[in-house]
C-alpha cells in the first residue's frame, strides 16, 4: 500500500511538472493592412497602356481597411517620387497635396475613388504607384506604366526661298515635305512666292501663296515654333489656327505659320526677308519643321 501511495505521489508531481512546461496556447492574432485594386470598365485604365501626351488619364481605385486601422492617406508616385498635386485631379477636383489626407467616410474604405493623371508632355514611359497606407503604417497598392508616344519633328532650317518673279533658275516655290525650293507651277509645292505687283510693278509684295490642295493658318499665340519637338504638337496648333484670308499670307520677319496638305502639317518660320533692286532676286529665308 505505501509503495502504491508513494508512486501516485511521483505520478502527481511528474503530471504538474510536465504541465508547468507546456506553453500556453497564442491567442495573438495578426493585424492585417489594408488591400487596393483597380475597377475597369467605363474607359478607366486598370493596366499599362499608351495615353497621349500632356493630358489627363483615369483610374478607379477600391481600398479596404484591414484589421490594424482605418485607411489613413492616399499618394501616388511617379518613378518612386510623389507626384505633383497640381498634376492629380480626385473626383473631379485638384489635390492640394500628396500624400491626401482621408477622412471619413473614406479612411472606412473606398470602392470607386476615381484618380485623373496630366501624362508628361514628352514621350517617355513612367511608372504610377497609387498606394493607400492605415494608421498603423500598412500599405498596399496598385501599379501601371504609363506610356507617351511623339514623333519627333524634322527641321530644315535657313531655306532661301526666291521671289517667284526672278530669273530661271533661281527658285520662288517650296516643297515642303522634302524641304526644297522647287520652280514655279511645281505639283510638289505646297508653297508659292506672290512674285512681283504686276509686270510693270516690281514691288516685291512678299507673300506666300497656297498651292496644289495647301491650307494656310496663321498659329495660335500658345504656339512656340522654337520650342516644338513633336509633330503631332503641330497639327494640335494648326487645329487652333485661323484660316489665313485669300489663301495667301504676308510675310514679316519672325512670323510664324501653318501649313496643312492632306494628312501632313508643317510649321513655317520667317527668319528674313531680303529685298534687292530691279533684278528680282529678293528672297526670303525660312525654317520648316514637320
Do not use: H
Not at 33 to 53: C, E, K, L, M, Q
Not at 190 to 201: A, K
Request: hydrophobic share 40%.
Amino acid at each position: 500500500m505505501k509503495k502504491l501511495l508513494s508512486y501516485l505521489f511521483y505520478l502527481a508531481i511528474a503530471t504538474v511538472a510536465i504541465q508547468s512546461c507546456t506553453p500556453e496556447d497564442d491567442t495573438t492574432t495578426t493585424k492585417t493592412g489594408p488591400v487596393v485594386n483597380f475597377i475597369s470598365g467605363n474607359n478607366n485604365i486598370d493596366d499599362d497602356a499608351i495615353v497621349t501626351r500632356n493630358a489627363y488619364f483615369k483610374v478607379v481605385l477600391s481600398a479596404t481597411k484591414g484589421t490594424a486601422g482605418q485607411l489613413k492617406t492616399f499618394e501616388v508616385l511617379a518613378d518612386g517620387v510623389s507626384l505633383d498635386p497640381t498634376k492629380m485631379k480626385i473626383a473631379g477636383a485638384g489635390a492640394a497635396s500628396i500624400p491626401v489626407l482621408l477622412f471619413a467616410p473614406d479612411v472606412d474604405g473606398v470602392s470607386n475613388y476615381a484618380v485623373e493623371i496630366l501624362s508628361t508632355n514628352i514621350a517617355d514611359t513612367v511608372k504610377y504607384t497609387f498606394k493607400f497606407t492605415d494608421n498603423a503604417g500598412n500599405s498596399d497598392s496598385e501599379v501601371i506604366n504609363i506610356f507617351t508616344l511623339g514623333d519627333s519633328v524634322s527641321v530644315v532650317n535657313n531655306l532661301k526661298v526666291y521671289n517667284s518673279s526672278s530669273p530661271a533658275g533661281f527658285f520662288g516655290s517650296v516643297d515642303l515635305i522634302n524641304g526644297v525650293t522647287v520652280a514655279k507651277g511645281s505639283a510638289s509645292a505646297q508653297l508659292e512666292d506672290y512674285g512681283v505687283q504686276s509686270p510693270t510693278n516690281s514691288t516685291w509684295l512678299m507673300r506666300f501663296l497656297e498651292r496644289n490642295g495647301s491650307n494656310i493658318r496663321t498659329s495660335p499665340a500658345s504656339f512656340n515654333f522654337d520650342a516644338v519637338s513633336y509633330a503631332d504638337d503641330i497639327k494640335a496648333a494648326y487645329e487652333l489656327g485661323t484660316d489665313s484670308p485669300n489663301n495667301d499670307i504676308l510675310m514679316t520677319k519672325d512670323l510664324v505659320f501653318l501649313v496643312n496638305q492632306g494628312t501632313k502639317y508643317f510649321a513655317v518660320k520667317v527668319n528674313d526677308l531680303v529685298a534687292t533692286s530691279n533684278d528680282n532676286l529678293d528672297y526670303s529665308i525660312i525654317s520648316i519643321k514637320k
